[in-house]
């Protein structure tokens, strides 16, 4: 059963209007009651659009080392981030929650083939990663959609026009 936050579009015209919109995620997953089972956050958007710099204020926001380079996985396939219960990186309003969650994995499936399947994602070890109290980012989920569980969060990040702007869907 999907976590839903909110359906809505956002206009943001800096990347710190952005960093503010993954802080309050951060803080609504920080502030929610332990699952027995992961959680699965989608990013999408085209080459450029800041995916990447989106999740890294989310995964700082989380309670990751900010000392720890955030870096795209493209190359990687995953990185793994673990969370610990006395963070002291994680946003000043979640400071009083309960950290729950054990570890970030932060994907990256753009090298994957359209024909992804499951035995694909098998193959990168994507289910040994898929515990309970796991948080798993995604870019470029629709390249396997059809094979991957339901997301509780899928946010789509666009151009606006020709100006530096982008649009969040969440």
């Given at each position: ?11 943001v015209n800096s990347e710190a209007e952005s960093c503010v919109i993954w802080q309050k ?133 666009s151009f606006i026009s020709d100006k530096p702007n982008t649009q969040a869907q969440v």
């Amino acid at each position: 059963k999907a976590i839903v936050l909110a359906e809505k579009s956002l206009t943001v015209n800096s990347e710190a209007e952005s960093c503010v919109i993954w802080q309050k995620l951060a803080i609504s997953l920080l502030n929610k009651p332990y699952l027995q089972r992961p959680i699965f956050i989608y990013c999408s958007g085209p080459l450029g659009a800041g995916k990447t710099t989106s999740l890294r204020h989310f995964l700082y926001a989380m309670g990751v080392d900010k000392h720890l380079p955030i870096k795209s996985p493209t190359y990687t396939w995953y990185e793994h981030y673990p969370l610990y219960s006395d963070s002291s990186n994680q946003v000043e309003a979640a400071a009083d929650a309960k950290i729950t969650w054990s570890d970030i994995y932060h994907w990256d499936l753009y090298r994957l083939s359209q024909s992804a399947d499951d035995a694909a994602l098998d193959a990168l070890g994507f289910w040994d990663q898929c515990l309970p109290g796991a948080l798993s980012v995604l870019e470029w989920p629709e390249k396997a959609a059809e094979h991957l569980p339901t997301p509780d969060v899928w946010i789509e990040i666009s151009f606006i026009s020709d100006k530096p702007n982008t649009q969040a869907q969440v």
